[in-house]
């Protein structure tokens, strides 16, 4: 019972975190350059994603291919027809973004930009907590320690391996912030050996999973 106090305890300091993280920068003068170059980040973003939502979405998916370069990865969801295509992001030498393309049929439904951690003083202390409640987990147990269903249910198609994402969103302001997802994935065995947490930074869906 300590344990679990203790956990939620993490939680909650995480989650003030973010609050005040948030707050001081979309409202803080005190840091106009930090505001200022996270305002920047988001309007190239937003443009990104709005050219790439003009040349690729509703067209032919081996568009993408060719002129994003080589996969990372590929998903295909467990229910239906739909896969998630991963490339890489020019001009990001840490491998940090990448861009996520939804296809079904062989053509394009959406596109969406993640970084991974998204802000990485509060998402590198979040995703360490949740990989903690999860590591080991089957599926339904991983259901149960995060506290909600998965939003999408997907198997790797280099592995044949189970990947599900979960909503990470510790503040919801609509048309303000941007959604985040924890990435839980399971080895061969069936249960949870790895979480990765990313955060929307653009894209051409209001619920990019």
């Given at each position: 019972m300590a344990d679990a106090r203790s956990r939620w305890k993490r939680v909650l300091a995480v989650s003030v975190c973010a609050s005040l993280a948030w707050a001081c920068g979309?409202?803080?003068?005190?840091?106009p350059v930090g505001?200022?170059?996270?305002?920047?980040?988001?309007?190239?973003?937003?443009?990104?994603?709005?050219e790439k939502k003009k040349k690729y979405v509703g067209g032919p998916a081996r568009l993408v291919d060719e002129e994003l370069g080589t996969r990372v990865e590929t998903f295909r969801d467990v229910n239906s027809a739909r896969e998630w295509r991963v490339y890489p992001v020019s001009m990001d030498p840490l491998?940090?973004?990448r861009y996520v393309v939804e296809v079904r049929d062989g053509r394009v439904l959406?596109?969406?930009?993640?970084?991974?951690?998204?802000?990485?003083?509060?998402?590198?202390?979040?995703?360490?907590i949740a990989f903690e409640?999860?590591?080991?987990k089957t599926p339904a147990q991983c259901e149960a320690k995060l506290g909600r269903a998965p939003l999408?249910?997907?198997?790797?198609?280099?592995?044949?391996?189970?990947?599900?994402?979960?909503?990470?969103?510790?503040?919801?302001?609509?048309?303000v912030t941007d959604p985040d997802y924890y990435i839980v994935r399971f080895d061969a065995s069936g249960?949870?050996?790895?979480?990765?947490?990313?955060?929307?930074?653009?894209?051409?869906?209001?619920?990019?999973?």
């Open positions: 979309v409202g803080c003068s005190a840091s505001l200022a170059t996270r305002l920047m980040g988001e309007a190239v973003d937003d443009l990104d994603i709005k491998a940090l973004s959406a596109i969406t930009k993640t970084k991974k951690y998204g802000d990485p003083a509060v998402g590198m202390t979040q995703q360490a409640e999860v590591r080991g999408l249910n997907l198997r790797s198609v280099s592995s044949g391996q189970l990947v599900q994402f979960y909503d990470a969103s510790l503040i919801k302001i609509q048309g249960v949870c050996d790895k979480l990765e947490m990313v955060a929307v930074s653009g894209s051409t869906k209001e619920n990019p999973m």
